[in-house]
């Protein structure tokens, strides 16, 4: 079984800066993309930015410059330093992973999720 527990929400002052984890664990066998999204009340899911296995990045134009993802594949971990927040960067932060498990002696492709974190901008 796959897990991807975040952890690194908080509250902030507007302009402020936080650091969000997150953690893959269970029967991995590799991972490809990963990535975090964010989902404001009221509002769908959007990507905020993603990063491959090879260290390609793709961010949101709505954090470019001010949003870093970062990703240690010895420990299937994935970052997102997020600086000079903003109240609009106010959501729920989701990791998301695309990767490969085992299941007994074979190996499934999948798209696992986490639980969510909260970050909240206060201006």
């Known amino acids: 079984q796959v897990q991807l527990v975040e952890s690194g929400g908080g509250l902030v002052q507007a302009g402020g800066s936080l650091r969000l984890s997150c953690a893959a664990s269970g029967s991995i066998a590799s991972i490809n993309a990963m990535g975090w999204y964010r989902q404001a009340p009221g509002k769908q899911r959007e990507l905020v930015a993603t990063?491959?296995?090879?260290?390609?990045?793709n961010y949101a134009d709505s954090v470019k410059g001010r949003f870093t993802i970062s990703r240690d594949n010895a420990k299937n971990t994935v970052y997102l330093q997020m600086n000079s927040l903003k109240p609009e960067d106010t959501a729920v932060y989701y990791c998301?992973?695309?990767?490969?498990?085992?299941?007994?002696?074979?190996?499934?492709?999948?798209?696992?999720w986490g639980q969510g974190t909260q970050v909240t901008v206060s201006s």
């Open positions: 998301n992973a695309a990767l490969r498990s085992y299941i007994g002696v074979s190996l499934r492709e999948g798209d696992y």
């Open positions: 990063i491959t296995s090879r260290g390609s990045t």
